[in-house]
Nanobody, 127 residues
Framework: QVQLVESGGRLVQAGDSLRLSCVVSGYTIETAVMSWFRQAPGKEREFVAANSRNEIYAQHADFVKGRFTVSRDNVKNTMYLQMYSLNPDDTAVYYC????????????????????WGQGTQVTVSS
C-alpha cells in the first residue's frame, strides 16, 4: 500500500522560511513524478512544484519561482519543498502527490493525473 505523509507545516510570519517533507512508503519515488499542490480556503487545489521521474526536470509555478524549491532524497524516499520569503497568499494546505508510470520528461499539472496523495499539511503565514 502506497502512503504519502506530509509534515513541516505551521504558523509563520511573512518573510519567514519553511521546509515541508513528504515521506513515501510502499513505492520507490525514484521512478515517480513527485509534486506539491496547495489549496487555500475557498479555492481549487493548484500545482506548486514537481520533479519528473529520475529528477530529469523540475517545474515550479510562476507564483513561487525564485522562492520555492522542490527536491527529493531517493535514499530516504522523501520529497521536500523549501519555501523562502513566505507571504500571506501562501497560506494553504500543502499536499504531496505521486504519479507512477509517466514518461521520463512528463510533469502532470492536473490533480486528476496523480495516483496517490498525502493528507496535507497546513501552512499559515501571518502578515
Amino acid at each position: 500500500q502506497v502512503q504519502l505523509v506530509e509534515s513541516g507545516g505551521r504558523l509563520v510570519q511573512a518573510g519567514d522560511s519553511l521546509r515541508l517533507s513528504c515521506v513515501v512508503s510502499g513505492y520507490t519515488i525514484e521512478t515517480a513524478v513527485m509534486s506539491w499542490f496547495r489549496q487555500a480556503p475557498g479555492k481549487e487545489r493548484e500545482f506548486v512544484a514537481a520533479n519528473s521521474r529520475n529528477e530529469i526536470y523540475a517545474q515550479h509555478a510562476d507564483f513561487v519561482k525564485g522562492r520555492f524549491t522542490v527536491s527529493r532524497d531517493n535514499v530516504k524516499n522523501t520529497m521536500y519543498l523549501q519555501m523562502y520569503s513566505l507571504n500571506p497568499d501562501d497560506t494553504a494546505v500543502y499536499y504531496c502527490a505521486a504519479r507512477t508510470g509517466a514518461s521520463a520528461s512528463y510533469i502532470p499539472l492536473k490533480t486528476s493525473e496523480y495516483n496517490y496523495w498525502g493528507q496535507g499539511t497546513q501552512v499559515t503565514v501571518s502578515s
